[in-house]
């Protein structure tokens, strides 16, 4: 997944589960075996984030119901790598751990992960591939065809706007394309010392691949190797640069997007739904002044495919639990508590279509997203790799004046050869 690290988690919310008996055994709904027959624990879980707390508040059911205790830890997102490395190294790793599919190659390429087949999914219904999102199982799931990991969070990106602001400047819609953005962007920064129009996270190296995607293009050729020297990424680089000329956008790279939303001084933003939740914890009384809408069009517009999935350790002494908690977690119900608890997207479609979701006006726009969808290239290492040069490349163009051409030249140079394959 492609995780802002700066994500702010809503304020938990009750969360309601069924115990079901049968003898001396208790199942769980999807009708697996509990620790009572077998299987007793405990599972360590690593999480992603800050969400450990609320992470622990979903799970009790399961607890309650199987008798199997999950220990939740906490791993930043700046250090799961290490983390990862670690573990693998010493044999010792979680017996179930979250993975961003910006690091699902990576991850599938320790070795360390379990395979996820339909053999070893047989006896958990919860987790066959025809209940999720189409385009989230399958591609976004496996790595040269091997299954390595379930679906858990889908993610998006969107345009979060300002409504108030934008009408106070006279624009009386969202910009459906990335040159009206770019115009209204300036329009907005106009408003005087300090204000801008947009903000572009320097973190991000997602946005100038949906941008690529915008102009009709991809950053993979046909083959699978990354290609950055094409006419739509040059294009790309025109607007996201063209931001920073036009002086529509901060130049601080500790900027915070949340606070920069809520302010005003950056009315438009494009991200993921995490910023919703932000921007109701922060910002309650903003209701009504901000909305969210499509990514804008060049040629095209596609939408960033994100999330995070699930994946068991290989060398787990729990296989059994592992698995079972997976399946708790892929019920519906478990799916909008999570919604509800954290406010992450269900990657179940019965879910995701649930009217206590559908009823909101922000999770349409998601799950319109949602079905254009793509996943960035599955190359090793994005986030440290490809996506870096990427960004650094960018950030030198718009932070230091390095020419555009030798900019690129650079990134070709550092990302020459790496391939999704």
């Known amino acids: 997944m492609t995780y802002n690290p700066r994500r702010r988690a809503l304020v938990p919310a009750a969360i309601v589960a ?17 620790s009572a027959a077998g299987d007793s624990g405990p599972l360590t ?5 800050d969400s450990a707390k609320n992470f622990d508040e979903l799970v009790a059911p399961f607890t309650e119901d199987t008798g199997i205790e999950v220990k939740t830890v906490a791993i930043p997102w700046d250090s799961i790598d290490q983390k990862m490395t670690t573990a693998v190294a010493s044999g010792d790793g979680p017996d179930v751990v979250q993975i961003g599919l910006s690091k699902l190659r990576t991850f599938a390429d320790t070795g360390a992960l379990m395979t996820l087949d339909d053999a070893t999914l047989a006896d958990y219904p919860n987790l066959a591939s025809s209940r999720f999102l189409p385009g989230i199982a399958g591609d976004a799931t496996a790595i040269d065809g091997t299954v390595v990991s379930v679906p858990w969070i889908s993610d998006t990106r969107v345009l979060f706007y300002r409504t108030d602001i934008l009408t106070a400047a006279g624009i009386s819609e969202p910009p459906a394309t990335w040159d009206q953005l770019r115009a209204d962007a300036k329009t907005l920064a106009a408003r005087g010392d300090g204000q801008y129009g947009y903000y572009i996270p320097q973190w991000d190296s997602a946005l100038p691949v949906q941008m690529t995607w915008a102009y009709g293009g991809d950053v993979v050729d046909s083959s699978g190797t990354v290609d950055f020297g094409t006419d739509a990424f040059s294009d790309a680089v025109d607007l996201y640069t063209g931001l920073y000329a036009d002086g529509s956008v901060p130049t601080a790279s500790d900027f915070d997007q949340t606070q920069g939303f809520v302010s005003g001084t950056t009315p438009m933003v494009v991200s993921g ?3 919703a939740a932000a921007i109701k914890e922060a910002a309650p009384e903003l209701d009504g002044s901000w909305a969210v809408a499509q990514l804008p069009e ?12 699930l994946g068991v350790w290989g060398k787990t002494e729990h296989k059994d639990a592992a698995l079972q908690l997976l399946d708790f977690l892929a019920q519906k119900d478990t799916q909008l508590s999570w919604y509800s608890i954290n406010g992450d997207l269900p990657t179940v479609t019965e879910a995701l ?6 009823s909101d006006p922000l999770v349409k726009v998601y799950a319109d997203s949602l079905a254009s969808a793509k996943i960035l290239p599955l ?25 555009k051409d030798a900019a690129i030249a650079t990134l070709e140079s550092a990302t020459k050869g790496q391939s999704v394959n």
């Open 379 to 403: 190359v090793p290492n994005w986030d440290g790799d490809t996506g870096k040069a990427l960004l650094d490349a960018l950030n030198s163009i718009v932070l230091q004046g390095t020419d």
């Open 298 to 309: 060049a040629t095209t517009s596609t939408a960033l495919l994100a999330g995070s999935n």
């Open 273 to 275: 739904p995490y910023l």
């Open 18 to 34: 069924a115990l079901a008996l049968a003898g001396c055994t208790s199942t769980t709904s999807s009708g697996s075996s509990s």
């Open 353 to 358: 279509s649930d009217e206590s979701l559908t």
């Open 45 to 49: 879980v690593w999480v992603m984030g």
